[in-house]
C-alpha cells in the first residue's frame, strides 16, 4: 500500500467517524469533534470515547472547567497538530475622502483687455567704493593640552574609604559585564540559564521552531493562554500539546517586556498556578522567571500578597532568589 492509499485511509476512518459533543465552560457551549480525532490524542481520551465511561455511551462529555478559547485550540492541534492564537488587531483606519473633482467645459473665455505698462526709465546704480581692508594679524595657535585619561583605580584598602556607604544605585552599570559588580552578574547569569533551559520532555518527539523576539510584542494574555492550554494537555496526558505550550509559554517569559503596567499579568498568572494543584514543571519555569524580576515585583502589592499566601511559591521564588547573592 502506498502512502498515498494509507493516507486516504486514514482520512477516512478520521471523516466516517461520528461525532463527538462536548459542552465546555460555564455556559456549555457545544462543540461537535470526530470521535476518532479525539481518541488519538492519548489514552485517557481513547478511553473517554471508547470506554466503559457513561461520557462513551452518551457520546457526550461536559467541561465546565475549561474556557472555551482553551479548547477551541486544543481541537485546532487535534486536526492540525498545531494551535496559534490570532491578536485582535484594530480596524482599519477609513480612507480619507478623495477631493471632489469639478468638471469644467471646454469653452473660449473672453479674457479682459490687458491695459499698457509705462515703463519709467530705471535710475542709475550708485558707485560703491572699494574700502581696502587691513590684513589679518596671523593667530598664534598654542598646542592644546592632552585630555585627561580616565583610569580606573584598583581596589585597594585607601580606596575603599573614599567609597564608603555607596550602594549599587550610586554605581553606573558598565557595559563590559567582566567589570560588573556581582549582583549584575548573578542576575545576567540568571536570565541566561532561564532562557536557555528547554522544557520538552525527552520521549517527545517534537519539532520546536526558535522563538522570535517580536512574535508575542504586545499580545494581551497570553501568559494564560499557554498555560491553560498546557493543563489541559497535562491533564489527558497529551505530551505533544503539553510540550508545545509550555515551550510557547517559556518563549513568551523570555520576551515579556516588563514594566509597571504589565505587572499584574505576571501577578495572574502567579496566581492561576499556584492556587490549585499544578504540575511541578510550570511551577519552576514561573519561580525562575520572578526570581529574575524580583526587585520589579516586589512593590506590588498583589504579589506581595500572593507570597504570604502560598508557602510554595514563596520558598521557590526565595531559593532562586538566594542564588544571586554572594
Not at 231 to 260: F, G, K, P, W
Request: aromatic residues 12%; contains cysteine; charged residues 25%.
Amino acid at each position: 500500500m502506498s502512502n498515498t492509499d494509507k493516507e486516504t485511509t486514514a482520512f477516512e476512518s478520521v471523516f466516517s467517524s461520528p461525532p463527538f459533543r462536548f459542552s465546555v465552560g460555564p455556559n456549555g457551549r457545544e462543540f461537535f469533534i470526530h470521535s476518532a480525532v479525539i481518541a488519538s490524542q492519548s489514552q485517557p481520551l481513547y478511553n473517554l470515547v471508547h470506554g466503559d465511561f457513561s461520557e462513551a455511551k452518551a457520546n457526550h462529555a461536559v467541561l465546565d472547567t475549561v474556557d472555551e478559547l482553551t479548547f477551541v485550540l486544543f481541537c485546532e492541534y487535534a486536526y492540525t497538530g498545531n494551535y496559534g492564537v490570532k491578536t485582535d488587531q484594530p480596524p482599519p483606519l477609513p480612507s480619507p475622502a478623495a477631493p471632489p473633482v469639478i468638471a469644467f467645459w471646454a469653452q473660449e473665455i473672453e479674457k479682459p483687455a490687458e491695459e499698457p505698462v509705462e515703463y519709467l526709465p530705471e535710475e542709475p546704480a550708485a558707485y560703491l567704493l572699494e574700502v581696502p581692508v587691513a590684513p589679518e594679524e596671523p593667530v598664534a595657535y598654542l598646542p592644546e593640552e592632552p585630555d585627561e585619561i580616565a583610569v580606573i583605580p584598583r581596589t585597594t584598602k585607601k580606596s575603599k574609604k573614599g567609597k564608603k556607604g555607596k550602594n549599587l544605585d550610586d554605581v553606573e552599570k558598565p557595559d563590559d559585564c567582566q567589570f560588573a559588580p556581582a549582583a549584575w552578574r548573578k542576575r545576567d547569569s540568571m536570565w541566561a540559564k532561564f532562557k536557555g533551559k528547554t522544557y520538552v520532555g525527552s520521549d517527545v518527539d517534537l519539532n520546536l521552531p526558535p522563538y522570535k523576539e517580536t512574535e508575542f510584542n504586545g499580545l494581551k494574555n497570553f501568559l494564560l493562554v499557554h498555560t491553560k492550554v498546557y493543563l489541559l494537555a497535562d491533564c489527558y496526558m497529551i505530551s505533544n500539546l503539553a510540550s508545545l505550550s509550555i515551550h510557547r509559554l517559556h518563549q513568551c517569559l523570555c520576551v515579556y517586556d516588563v514594566r509597571e503596567d504589565t505587572l499584574e499579568d505576571i501577578v495572574e498568572l502567579l496566581r492561576f498556578t499556584f492556587e490549585e494543584e499544578t504540575p511541578d514543571l510550570l511551577r519552576q519555569l514561573v519561580s525562575l522567571f520572578t526570581a529574575c524580576y524580583i526587585e520589579k515585583l516586589w512593590p506590588h502589592k498583589g504579589f506581595k500578597d500572593l507570597l504570604r499566601t502560598y508557602e510554595d511559591l514563596f520558598e521557590r521564588v526565595i531559593g532562586s532568589t538566594l542564588d544571586r547573592l554572594d
